[in-house]
């Protein structure tokens, strides 16, 4: 059994995250048993791994910080798509625009943080046009 330390948004601490396999999290999708995920024994969100490894695709969100997530991705992936902006481009100027070093849509902690990254999104995309 793999234990991994991650960051859960819903303990707002570091946890013993438990490897486990998509139907675990996803009960009634017995297609994705092949998928691996790290669930938090005790609050039970979870955070899926990059395809075909054990490496979590950020922390643990809540559902509210996981939707959050997605509308950033359905905001900023157009600008990257479009072509209007590189990735690395991208993500050097939300991490400039929040103060941090690096930047990454899943490791975003909190809903406050995510509101920020959208509007530092919103202005990137005028700014892209």
């Known amino acids: 059994?793999?234990?991994k330390s991650i960051y859960c948004c819903q303990c707002k601490e570091n946890v013993n995250a438990k490897l486990v396999k998509?139907?675990?999290v996803?009960?009634?999708r017995p297609d994705l048993d092949c998928l691996n995920f790290y669930q938090c024994e005790r609050c039970k969100n979870f955070v899926g791994c990059h395809k075909g490894t054990e490496n979590p695709l950020g922390c643990i969100p809540t559902k509210e910080i996981k939707n959050a997530r997605k509308f950033i991705h359905a905001l900023i992936?157009?600008?990257l798509q479009g072509g209007f902006i590189k990735?690395?481009?991208l993500y050097k100027l939300i991490s400039e625009n929040l103060g941090i070093k690096q930047y990454h849509t899943g490791w975003?902690?909190?809903i406050e943080e995510c509101r920020e990254v959208y509007k530092?999104?919103?202005k990137i995309k005028k700014e892209a046009k």
């Open 22 to 24: 998509g139907n675990v």
């Open 87 to 89: 990735r690395k481009k």
């Open 77 to 79: 992936d157009p600008i």
């Open 26 to 28: 996803y009960q009634n």
């Open 1 to 3: 059994m793999t234990i």
């Open 108 to 110: 975003t902690r909190t």
């Open 120 to 122: 530092i999104g919103l």
